[in-house]
Structures are given as structure tokens and as C-alpha cells.
């Protein structure tokens, strides 16, 4: 949930309000930052009396440290800090409190021999400093790439981090060999007047500082909420049945994606009951091999050894059947009689949206329809009426002319044919 601060996913600016107590919404919030945590023993009262000195504090992007409040300081998530750091000190956000700082410290094997500080809450002026220097990151980031280019080194600078008193400046590097970088060390800190650190990261490491949107619509997950990176291997892709193309398993890291790990456990499970995928069946019709296998429909697909083109599906019930028979010493019953048959039901097509004519019917009816609402037009007989009344007429001539007798006329039927 955002707080409102206008600054949600900017890891350059400050959540809350110049105050001890941080962000007013930081029991929800957790500073809108990436990889936030929520203390859910916040509302729960320690069973020990003394109180947790550590805490968590969070520094650009997903980079976290632990430090002690030697100080007794009122710190709450959201809060900035000015922390201990080599050389100088560093500004960060409190991330984590209470309880929950054991847990992760334990978690990271992080040693409490090796203890850092919390000097004080940060000043106005500290937080201005801290700002400016954020806004700087991206140009001297440009900078640092044609200086590297020049010097014609095989890497590339993926994020440059500013230490919150501008004393030191860190440049994060990714590279497939070994780099000879001590004469871009000197020209780095000619330049921008700093003391330089250099860190090599990984490609994964790289794809969460800069974030991106995965081939499934949604933001990666190394940059919301993945914490650690396990070993993605080509056999999770196997055991899903999918294909092993480079371009759609690799993620934009360019390793194998992390979301291959998700399912992979309730596949195991479920190809646990499936018999295995070299089975051979020794049929009356020949010997017949597996061809391919469906997790979810559990069935598995054969084909004899001299007509390998024609597949059968069979269901794994049906499999484990024939297979007792091969073991009892007996030839199986032949694919054609096992193979499940499925009744597929036609498709009725009631709105007619699948046939392209049917704009051109509607013009037919509706040209019928004015067709069939037209009326015969009535005959006009005011001449035979003034003959007839100045002349009499004879009862003769009333038997030789008989009246006409005019047939109904009917509209036209409407042609469907049409």
C-alpha cells in the first residue's frame, strides 16, 4: 500500500515526515520501497523485558545492513538514520525493528561481534546532501561507462551508489573474465574526486538493481520480492514437458528464469504416480514405445516400433495394466482397443459469429421484409361505375360478360437461400 508521499519505488528520497516516528501510514506502508518488509509482530508485546537494539536499515535498492541503537534513539520503520560506515557516515531508512531483526540476523548468519552504529536521526541538512547526491548517480553512471569504453575493458557498469556524506562512491560492474581496472580507479577518482570502491555482481544480481517487466506481464521478481537466488537447472524445464529453447526459459538476465523453481514440486509429485517415460510395451501388434506424456489429462501417448507416425493416448491406469501383463509373461491388448476414445461435442454457433455472411443476410431479410409489407395497389374502376350508370344493362350481356374473377395475390415468400 502507498502512503500518499509521492515517492512510492524512489529509493533516492525519504517515505515519511521529518519526525521520529517516521511515515503516518508506516504500519501499512513500509516506506513504499522495493523488497519491503511488514512487521507482523509489531502489535505483540516481547515476552523478554529487554528490548532489541538492533535493527534493519535499508540503503539504494535492495542492499541492507544491520546496526545497533547504541543511543536508545525512538526508531521506527520509515525513519532515517545517519549510520556507521568506512569512511565517514552513510544515510538509510529503518526497514525492520523488534523482534523480527533476530530472526533475519540469524537467518544471514550475521555475526554480532562485527558491530555497526546508529550515530543519530538524519537533519534536514543530511537528507538535502543525501538527495542531491541521488540525483547525481545517473550521469556520473554515464560518465563512468565512456571512461571504461576508453580504456577498452570488457565490463559494464550497471549501477553507481553515492555514500549518503558523498564520501565514497561505489560502482556495481558485471563481467564474464577477470578486469584489470586499476587505472579506471584512477581515473575514476581524478574525476569525480571521491574515494572509489568497485563490486562485481552477477547478471541476476544486475536484473534486480535495474528492474524491468517479465514475459509475463508483471515486474521481475528479483526486484519486488525475491531475496535470494536459487539454482534454476535445465531438468525443471524437462520435468514440465517444455521445450529447452534458450529464448523463451531465459529470463532478461539472461539465465534460466527463476519461476521455473514455482511449480516444479507439484510436478515431481505428480509424475511420481506416472510410470516411467521409457517404458516399452510387448502388445500382440508389436512392441510399442512412449512417445510423449500429459501431466495434467495423466495419459500417456505410445506408437509401435514399424508405424512410428500413429499415436495412441493411453491413460496411466490403462498403462500399468499392460505392464502387468508383460511381467505375468503375456502380450498386452493392442493400442487400438486401449486407447482412450473422447466424444468431442460440436460447437453450436447460435450468434453466428463464425460465419463471415452474416452482415449480408440481414441486408437480404430486411429488403424481403419491405417486400412482404407492401400491399396491391387497388384497381381503379371510376369509368366502368359512370357506364354503368348512365347505361342500363341487359341481363344478356350479363350472362355473355361475366365479371372477372381476380385472384388474391400473395407476397412473396422470403428466400433463405439467399
Not at 569525480?192 to 517487466?213: C, H, L, P, T
Not at 348512365?390 to 422470403?414: M, V
Amino acid at each position: 500500500m502507498s502512503c500518499g508521499c509521492k515517492t512510492s519505488g524512489d529509493s533516492s528520497r525519504s517515505c515519511g515526515t521529518k519526525s521520529e516516528n517516521g511515515c503516518e501510514s508506516v504500519d501499512t506502508c513500509g516506506n513504499s520501497y522495493k523488497l519491503s518488509v511488514f512487521d507482523w509482530l509489531s502489535d505483540i508485546q516481547s515476552p523478554s523485558k529487554t528490548n532489541n537494539d538492533w535493527v534493519e536499515v535499508r540503503f539504494k535498492n535492495e542492499r541492507k545492513c544491520f546496526f545497533k541503537n547504541v543511543n536508545q534513539l525512538p526508531l521506527h520503520i520509515g525513519s532515517i538514520v545517519a549510520v556507521e560506515s568506512s569512511p565517514g557516515h552513510d544515510i538509510g531508512v529503518v526497514s525492520l525493528t523488534g523482534e523480527l531483526v533476530n530472526i533475519q540476523m540469524n537467518k544471514k548468519h550475521q555475526p554480532e561481534n562485527e558491530i555497526l552504529k546508529v550515530y543519530r536521526l538524519a537533519t534536514q541538512k543530511d537528507i538535502e546532501v543525501w538527495q542531491g547526491l541521488r540525483e547525481k548517480e545517473e550521469s556520473i553512471k554515464i560518465q563512468g561507462r565512456k571512461i571504461a569504453y576508453a580504456l577498452q575493458l570488457e565490463m559494464k557498469i550497471s549501477d553507481v551508489e553515492y555514500q549518503g556524506d558523498g564520501a565514497k562512491l561505489t560502482f556495481y560492474y558485471t563481467a564474464d573474465n577477470r578486469v584489470d581496472f586499476r587505472q579506471l580507479i584512477k581515473e575514476f577518482a581524478g574525476t569525480f574526486r571521491s574515494k572509489i570502491d568497485m563490486k562485481q555482481i552477477g547478471y541476476r544480481q544486475e536484473a534486480a538493481k535495474v528492474g524491468g517487466i517479465g514475459s509475463c506481464g508483471r515486474e521481475l521478481c528479483c526486484s519486488t520480492w525475491l531475496t535470494d537466488f536459487r539454482s534454476v537447472n535445465t531438468n525443471a524445464a524437462r520435468y514440465q514437458q517444455l521445450s529447452i529453447n534458450p529464448q523463451k526459459l531465459a529470463g532478461q538476465c539472461g539465465k534460466l528464469k527463476c519461476c521455473l523453481n514455482y511449480e516444479l514440486d507439484s510436478y515431481l509429485d505428480t509424475l511420481s504416480h506416472f510410470p516411467s517415460s521409457n517404458t516399452t510395451l510387448d502388445t500382440e501388434n508389436g512392441k510399442a514405445f512412449c512417445i510423449k506424456i500429459d501431466v495434467f489429462k495423466k495419459k500417456m501417448w505410445f506408437a509401435y516400433a514399424d508405424k512410428a507416425m500413429a499415436w495412441y493416448d493411453l491413460h496411466i491406469d490403462d498403462v500399468k495394466e499392460l505392464m502387468e501383463m508383460n511381467k505375468k509373461g503375456l502380450k498386452a491388448t493392442p493400442l487400438e482397443e486401449v486407447r482412450v476414445t473422447e466424444i468431442k461435442e460440436k460447437a453450436v454457433d447460435i450468434i453466428q459469429e463464425n460465419n463471415m455472411d452474416r452482415f449480408e443476410k440481414k441486408k437480404n431479410a430486411s429488403k424481403n421484409k419491405k417486400n412482404w409489407n407492401k400491399k396491391p395497389k387497388p384497381q381503379n374502376n371510376t369509368l366502368l361505375k359512370n357506364t354503368t350508370e348512365n347505361k342500363p344493362i341487359s341481363a344478356e350481356a350479363n350472362t355473355n360478360n361475366p365479371k372477372k374473377k381476380f385472384k388474391k395475390k400473395y407476397p412473396p415468400k422470403p428466400n433463405n437461400n439467399a
